[in-house]
Protein backbone atom coordinates (compact mmCIF):
# COMPACT_ATOMS: atom_id res chain seq x y z
CA UNK A 1 0.00 0.00 0.00
CA UNK A 2 2.93 2.55 0.55
CA UNK A 3 4.79 2.03 -2.40
CA UNK A 4 1.84 2.39 -4.06
CA UNK A 5 0.60 5.50 -2.70
CA UNK A 6 4.39 6.88 -3.14
CA UNK A 7 3.61 6.13 -7.02
CA UNK A 8 0.52 8.34 -6.97
CA UNK A 9 2.23 11.04 -4.76
CA UNK A 10 5.14 11.06 -7.57
CA UNK A 11 2.73 11.00 -10.73
CA UNK A 12 1.07 13.41 -9.06
CA UNK A 13 3.64 15.70 -8.36
CA UNK A 14 5.37 15.74 -11.62
CA UNK A 15 2.15 16.36 -13.16
CA UNK A 16 1.66 19.40 -10.79
CA UNK A 17 5.57 20.57 -12.42
CA UNK A 18 4.43 20.13 -15.72
CA UNK A 19 1.34 22.70 -15.52
CA UNK A 20 3.23 24.94 -13.32
CA UNK A 21 6.01 25.31 -15.80
CA UNK A 22 3.40 25.92 -18.69
CA UNK A 23 1.86 28.53 -16.28
CA UNK A 24 5.10 30.54 -15.13
CA UNK A 25 5.88 30.19 -19.41
CA UNK A 26 2.59 32.15 -20.02
CA UNK A 27 3.20 34.47 -17.02
CA UNK A 28 6.93 34.94 -18.04
CA UNK A 29 7.53 33.87 -21.03
CA UNK A 30 10.48 31.65 -22.56
CA UNK A 31 13.90 32.67 -22.13
CA UNK A 32 15.29 32.47 -26.14
CA UNK A 33 18.82 33.40 -26.25
CA UNK A 34 22.08 35.00 -24.41
CA UNK A 35 23.28 38.23 -24.10
CA UNK A 36 26.87 39.37 -24.79
CA UNK A 37 27.40 41.79 -21.73
CA UNK A 38 29.81 44.27 -23.43
CA UNK A 39 27.05 44.84 -26.03
CA UNK A 40 23.81 45.96 -24.56
CA UNK A 41 22.51 49.20 -24.03
CA UNK A 42 20.95 48.18 -20.72
CA UNK A 43 24.49 46.32 -19.38
CA UNK A 44 27.16 48.20 -18.01
CA UNK A 45 30.50 46.67 -17.98
CA UNK A 46 33.21 47.68 -15.77
CA UNK A 47 36.82 46.26 -14.93
CA UNK A 48 38.54 46.30 -11.39
CA UNK A 49 42.21 45.82 -11.21
CA UNK A 50 43.53 43.76 -7.88
CA UNK A 51 46.94 42.92 -7.21
CA UNK A 52 48.74 40.01 -8.91
CA UNK A 53 47.44 40.70 -11.77
CA UNK A 54 43.60 39.79 -10.88
CA UNK A 55 40.79 41.57 -12.51
CA UNK A 56 37.23 41.65 -11.78
CA UNK A 57 33.96 42.28 -13.46
CA UNK A 58 31.20 44.21 -12.25
CA UNK A 59 27.96 44.16 -14.26
CA UNK A 60 25.21 46.82 -13.63
CA UNK A 61 21.95 45.73 -15.51
CA UNK A 62 18.97 48.06 -16.39
CA UNK A 63 15.39 46.33 -16.72
CA UNK A 64 16.87 43.27 -15.21
CA UNK A 65 15.18 40.24 -13.16
CA UNK A 66 16.91 37.53 -11.28
CA UNK A 67 15.97 33.78 -11.41
CA UNK A 68 17.72 31.47 -9.33
CA UNK A 69 17.47 27.73 -7.83
CA UNK A 70 19.37 28.53 -5.02
CA UNK A 71 21.66 25.58 -5.55
CA UNK A 72 23.81 25.31 -8.55
CA UNK A 73 22.02 28.33 -11.12
CA UNK A 74 21.53 31.95 -11.21
CA UNK A 75 20.01 33.77 -14.44
CA UNK A 76 20.42 37.11 -14.80
CA UNK A 77 17.60 37.99 -17.88
CA UNK A 78 17.42 41.08 -19.63
CA UNK A 79 15.31 41.03 -22.76
CA UNK A 80 13.98 37.45 -21.95
CA UNK A 81 18.06 36.44 -22.60
CA UNK A 82 20.96 35.66 -20.09
CA UNK A 83 23.38 38.09 -19.41
CA UNK A 84 26.49 36.09 -19.59
CA UNK A 85 28.91 36.33 -17.59
CA UNK A 86 27.29 37.73 -14.84
CA UNK A 87 25.00 34.27 -14.89
CA UNK A 88 26.25 30.92 -13.72
CA UNK A 89 25.14 27.12 -13.81
CA UNK A 90 27.80 25.50 -11.75
CA UNK A 91 28.24 21.68 -12.86
CA UNK A 92 30.41 19.15 -11.26
CA UNK A 93 32.33 21.87 -9.36
CA UNK A 94 32.49 24.20 -12.59
CA UNK A 95 30.94 27.12 -14.51
CA UNK A 96 29.62 25.36 -17.44
CA UNK A 97 28.31 27.12 -20.28
CA UNK A 98 25.75 29.85 -20.31
CA UNK A 99 23.45 27.66 -22.19
CA UNK A 100 23.17 25.07 -19.88
CA UNK A 101 21.49 27.55 -17.60
CA UNK A 102 18.42 26.10 -15.93
CA UNK A 103 16.04 28.30 -17.20
CA UNK A 104 16.83 27.15 -20.85
CA UNK A 105 15.07 23.70 -19.74
CA UNK A 106 12.29 24.66 -16.82
CA UNK A 107 11.83 28.92 -17.23
CA UNK A 108 11.47 30.59 -14.29
CA UNK A 109 9.28 28.85 -12.50
CA UNK A 110 8.65 30.77 -9.24
CA UNK A 111 6.48 34.34 -8.73
CA UNK A 112 8.22 37.59 -10.18
CA UNK A 113 8.63 39.96 -6.96
CA UNK A 114 9.37 43.28 -7.62
CA UNK A 115 11.84 45.23 -5.92
CA UNK A 116 12.77 49.39 -6.57
CA UNK A 117 15.73 51.07 -6.66
CA UNK A 118 19.60 48.93 -6.64
CA UNK A 119 19.40 45.46 -5.63
CA UNK A 120 23.07 44.24 -5.42
CA UNK A 121 23.67 40.10 -5.82
CA UNK A 122 26.22 38.40 -3.62
CA UNK A 123 25.04 34.76 -4.97
CA UNK A 124 27.12 32.10 -5.75
CA UNK A 125 25.67 28.57 -5.09
CA UNK A 126 24.20 25.98 -2.68
CA UNK A 127 27.88 26.75 -0.70
CA UNK A 128 26.50 30.00 0.38
CA UNK A 129 23.57 29.40 2.00
CA UNK A 130 25.03 27.77 5.16
CA UNK A 131 28.75 27.09 5.14
CA UNK A 132 30.91 29.43 7.09
CA UNK A 133 34.02 29.18 4.74
CA UNK A 134 32.08 29.75 1.61
CA UNK A 135 30.22 32.27 3.47
CA UNK A 136 33.71 33.81 4.03
CA UNK A 137 35.49 33.74 1.29
CA UNK A 138 32.80 33.05 -1.62
CA UNK A 139 30.00 35.81 -0.11
CA UNK A 140 31.04 38.97 1.91
CA UNK A 141 34.22 39.08 -0.23
CA UNK A 142 32.15 40.40 -2.93
CA UNK A 143 31.26 43.47 -1.34
CA UNK A 144 35.66 44.42 -1.07
CA UNK A 145 34.65 44.80 -5.18
CA UNK A 146 31.36 46.13 -5.37
CA UNK A 147 32.97 49.11 -2.93
CA UNK A 148 35.17 49.69 -5.60
CA UNK A 149 32.47 51.10 -7.46
CA UNK A 150 29.70 51.80 -5.53
CA UNK A 151 28.72 53.56 -2.12
CA UNK A 152 26.99 50.63 -0.38
CA UNK A 153 24.97 53.17 1.15
CA UNK A 154 23.17 53.82 -2.37
CA UNK A 155 22.41 50.03 -2.56
CA UNK A 156 18.35 49.41 -1.94
CA UNK A 157 18.69 45.55 -1.27
CA UNK A 158 21.40 43.18 -0.80
CA UNK A 159 20.63 39.92 -2.32
CA UNK A 160 21.98 36.99 -0.18
CA UNK A 161 22.54 32.94 -0.73
CA UNK A 162 20.42 33.20 2.75
CA UNK A 163 21.35 35.05 6.36
CA UNK A 164 18.89 32.03 8.86
CA UNK A 165 22.70 31.27 10.37
CA UNK A 166 24.10 33.27 13.62
CA UNK A 167 26.82 34.18 11.99
CA UNK A 168 25.33 35.57 9.00
CA UNK A 169 23.73 37.53 11.06
CA UNK A 170 26.31 39.19 12.65
CA UNK A 171 28.60 38.93 9.86
CA UNK A 172 25.97 41.09 8.30
CA UNK A 173 25.41 44.13 11.39
CA UNK A 174 29.29 43.92 12.12
CA UNK A 175 29.17 45.34 7.61
CA UNK A 176 26.16 47.48 8.95
CA UNK A 177 24.05 46.08 6.00
CA UNK A 178 20.64 46.97 7.33
CA UNK A 179 18.39 44.64 7.92
CA UNK A 180 15.30 46.12 6.00
CA UNK A 181 17.66 45.48 2.85
CA UNK A 182 18.64 42.59 3.29
CA UNK A 183 16.88 39.91 0.88
CA UNK A 184 17.33 35.70 0.96
CA UNK A 185 17.49 34.26 -1.97
CA UNK A 186 15.41 31.53 -0.66
CA UNK A 187 12.42 33.53 -0.47
CA UNK A 188 13.38 35.56 -3.40
CA UNK A 189 14.00 33.31 -6.49
CA UNK A 190 12.87 35.61 -8.96
CA UNK A 191 13.28 39.22 -8.62
CA UNK A 192 12.89 42.31 -10.54
CA UNK A 193 14.58 45.38 -10.41
CA UNK A 194 15.07 48.99 -11.47
CA UNK A 195 18.81 47.98 -11.49
CA UNK A 196 20.86 44.91 -10.54
CA UNK A 197 24.29 45.03 -9.71
CA UNK A 198 26.73 41.75 -9.09
CA UNK A 199 30.72 40.95 -9.54
CA UNK A 200 32.60 37.76 -10.55
CA UNK A 201 33.55 35.28 -8.13
CA UNK A 202 35.92 36.81 -5.20
CA UNK A 203 38.78 33.96 -5.86
CA UNK A 204 37.36 31.42 -9.00
CA UNK A 205 39.82 33.28 -11.26
CA UNK A 206 40.28 30.42 -13.40
CA UNK A 207 37.16 28.52 -13.38
CA UNK A 208 38.73 25.79 -11.29
CA UNK A 209 37.38 25.85 -7.94
CA UNK A 210 39.13 22.95 -7.20
CA UNK A 211 42.30 24.33 -7.47
CA UNK A 212 41.40 28.44 -7.25
CA UNK A 213 40.08 27.26 -3.77
CA UNK A 214 43.16 26.52 -2.52
CA UNK A 215 44.92 30.25 -3.04
CA UNK A 216 42.83 32.98 -1.90
CA UNK A 217 43.99 36.11 -2.79
CA UNK A 218 45.61 37.72 -0.52
CA UNK A 219 43.09 41.08 -1.27
CA UNK A 220 40.37 38.58 0.87
CA UNK A 221 42.51 38.22 3.71
CA UNK A 222 43.05 41.82 3.61
CA UNK A 223 39.83 43.04 3.26
CA UNK A 224 38.54 40.56 6.30
CA UNK A 225 40.98 41.76 8.51
CA UNK A 226 40.09 45.34 7.79
CA UNK A 227 36.41 44.99 8.24
CA UNK A 228 36.23 42.65 11.48
CA UNK A 229 39.47 42.99 13.50
CA UNK A 230 38.34 46.70 14.62
CA UNK A 231 35.73 44.82 16.77
CA UNK A 232 38.38 43.26 19.22
CA UNK A 233 37.26 43.27 22.78
CA UNK A 234 40.34 43.06 24.55
CA UNK A 235 38.92 43.19 28.33
CA UNK A 236 38.29 39.28 27.86
CA UNK A 237 40.34 36.92 28.35
CA UNK A 238 40.83 34.37 25.82
CA UNK A 239 42.52 30.76 25.92
CA UNK A 240 46.45 31.07 24.04
CA UNK A 241 45.94 27.30 23.36
CA UNK A 242 43.06 25.90 21.02
CA UNK A 243 41.62 22.39 19.88
CA UNK A 244 38.69 23.21 17.68
CA UNK A 245 36.16 20.54 18.79
CA UNK A 246 34.10 19.66 15.57
CA UNK A 247 31.61 17.99 17.57
CA UNK A 248 28.73 20.83 16.33
CA UNK A 249 29.46 19.91 12.54
CA UNK A 250 25.78 19.31 11.61
CA UNK A 251 26.45 18.81 7.68
CA UNK A 252 25.15 16.14 5.90
CA UNK A 253 28.60 14.78 5.52
CA UNK A 254 29.78 15.60 8.81
CA UNK A 255 30.04 12.06 9.34
CA UNK A 256 32.58 11.21 6.48
CA UNK A 257 35.72 13.44 7.96
CA UNK A 258 36.27 12.23 11.66
CA UNK A 259 39.34 11.45 13.93
CA UNK A 260 38.93 7.72 14.97
CA UNK A 261 41.18 8.09 18.27
CA UNK A 262 39.54 11.68 18.73
CA UNK A 263 39.17 10.79 22.68
CA UNK A 264 42.47 9.63 22.75
CA UNK A 265 44.20 13.21 21.05
CA UNK A 266 41.46 15.57 23.32
CA UNK A 267 43.04 14.08 26.06
CA UNK A 268 46.56 14.36 25.37
CA UNK A 269 46.08 18.09 24.26
CA UNK A 270 43.95 19.25 27.24
CA UNK A 271 47.06 17.57 29.52
CA UNK A 272 49.29 19.86 27.26
CA UNK A 273 47.00 23.14 28.54
CA UNK A 274 45.09 23.08 25.45
CA UNK A 275 41.12 24.39 25.79
CA UNK A 276 38.57 22.36 23.58
CA UNK A 277 36.55 25.15 21.62
CA UNK A 278 33.47 24.27 19.98
CA UNK A 279 32.93 27.41 17.69
CA UNK A 280 29.21 27.12 17.08
CA UNK A 281 28.84 27.88 20.59
CA UNK A 282 30.46 31.67 20.08
CA UNK A 283 29.57 34.87 18.55
CA UNK A 284 31.08 35.85 15.44
CA UNK A 285 33.27 38.62 17.24
CA UNK A 286 34.04 36.19 19.45
CA UNK A 287 35.83 33.71 17.17
CA UNK A 288 37.75 36.73 15.95
CA UNK A 289 39.09 37.43 19.21
CA UNK A 290 39.49 33.78 20.05
CA UNK A 291 41.52 33.39 17.04
CA UNK A 292 43.30 36.59 17.23
CA UNK A 293 44.53 35.95 20.96
CA UNK A 294 45.63 32.47 20.52
CA UNK A 295 49.21 31.26 20.35
CA UNK A 296 48.73 27.81 19.24
CA UNK A 297 45.71 26.42 17.25
CA UNK A 298 45.16 22.90 16.98
CA UNK A 299 42.20 20.85 14.71
CA UNK A 300 40.70 18.62 12.37
CA UNK A 301 40.17 20.03 8.74
CA UNK A 302 37.00 21.93 9.00
CA UNK A 303 35.88 25.35 8.00
CA UNK A 304 36.24 26.23 11.56
CA UNK A 305 39.80 27.45 9.84
CA UNK A 306 38.36 29.75 7.83
CA UNK A 307 38.95 31.53 10.99
CA UNK A 308 42.76 31.34 10.44
CA UNK A 309 42.74 35.18 8.51
CA UNK A 310 42.09 36.63 12.09
CA UNK A 311 45.60 35.08 14.09
CA UNK A 312 48.56 37.70 14.81
CA UNK A 313 51.92 36.85 12.68
CA UNK A 314 53.87 33.33 13.33
CA UNK A 315 50.96 31.55 15.17
CA UNK A 316 51.21 28.11 15.30
CA UNK A 317 48.66 26.34 13.35
CA UNK A 318 48.77 22.02 13.31
CA UNK A 319 46.04 20.85 10.91
CA UNK A 320 44.92 17.29 11.07
CA UNK A 321 43.53 16.16 7.74
CA UNK A 322 43.29 13.66 5.19
CA UNK A 323 46.62 12.83 2.82
CA UNK A 324 43.63 12.90 0.07
CA UNK A 325 43.16 16.82 1.09
CA UNK A 326 44.25 19.64 -0.66
CA UNK A 327 46.06 23.28 0.79
CA UNK A 328 43.66 25.81 1.32
CA UNK A 329 44.46 25.99 5.06
CA UNK A 330 47.92 25.66 4.47
CA UNK A 331 48.25 28.72 1.84
CA UNK A 332 45.75 30.73 3.18
CA UNK A 333 48.25 30.69 6.74
CA UNK A 334 51.57 30.92 4.99
CA UNK A 335 49.76 34.30 3.40
CA UNK A 336 48.63 35.75 6.71
CA UNK A 337 52.32 35.29 7.93
CA UNK A 338 51.49 32.14 10.07
CA UNK A 339 53.28 29.17 11.28
CA UNK A 340 52.08 26.05 9.88
CA UNK A 341 52.35 22.32 10.27
CA UNK A 342 50.30 19.48 9.47
CA UNK A 343 49.35 16.00 10.31
CA UNK A 344 48.03 14.25 6.77
CA UNK A 345 46.94 10.72 6.94
CA UNK A 346 45.78 8.61 4.30
CA UNK A 347 42.39 7.86 5.26
CA UNK A 348 41.23 4.34 6.70
CA UNK A 349 37.47 5.20 5.17
CA UNK A 350 37.18 7.73 2.49
CA UNK A 351 33.82 7.78 -0.03
CA UNK A 352 35.63 8.29 -2.93
CA UNK A 353 35.72 12.07 -2.27
CA UNK A 354 39.40 13.79 -1.61
CA UNK A 355 37.93 16.43 1.21
CA UNK A 356 36.58 13.66 3.57
CA UNK A 357 38.07 10.25 5.38
CA UNK A 358 38.64 8.46 8.98
CA UNK A 359 41.97 9.43 10.09
CA UNK A 360 43.64 7.78 13.14
CA UNK A 361 46.38 10.67 14.20
CA UNK A 362 49.56 9.31 15.80
CA UNK A 363 49.62 11.41 19.41
CA UNK A 364 53.44 11.03 19.08
CA UNK A 365 53.26 13.32 16.31
CA UNK A 366 51.65 15.98 17.80
CA UNK A 367 53.41 15.80 21.20
CA UNK A 368 56.28 16.18 18.77
CA UNK A 369 55.04 18.91 17.16
CA UNK A 370 54.48 20.92 20.61
CA UNK A 371 58.41 20.18 21.65
CA UNK A 372 59.40 22.02 18.53
Do not use: C
Given at each position: MNILNNTIKKKLQSVFKYFGYKLFLLLYGKIDGIIDSKNHRDIQLKKISLPNDLIYRVFTMKNCRIYTDTVTDTAFIVDQKIVDGASFQHRKFKNVNTNQNIVFQKGTPRYLKKKRGKIFSLLTGGAGNNNYFHWMYDVLPRLGLLEKEYNLEDIDHFLLPDFTKKFQKETLDLLNIPKSKRLSSIENRHTLG?????????????????????????????????????????????????????????????????ITNENEVKSYLVSQGYQLITLSDLHFFEQVNLFNNAESIVGLHGAGFANVTFCKSNTRILEFKPNTEGNMYKNLSINNGLNYSNISIKPEKNNNNDQYGHIKIPVQLIEDWIKQ
Open positions: DTIITVDHPYVVTNDPSNNIQNIPIWIIKWLKTKFLNNLNSSKEYSKKIYIDRKDAVSGTAHLRK
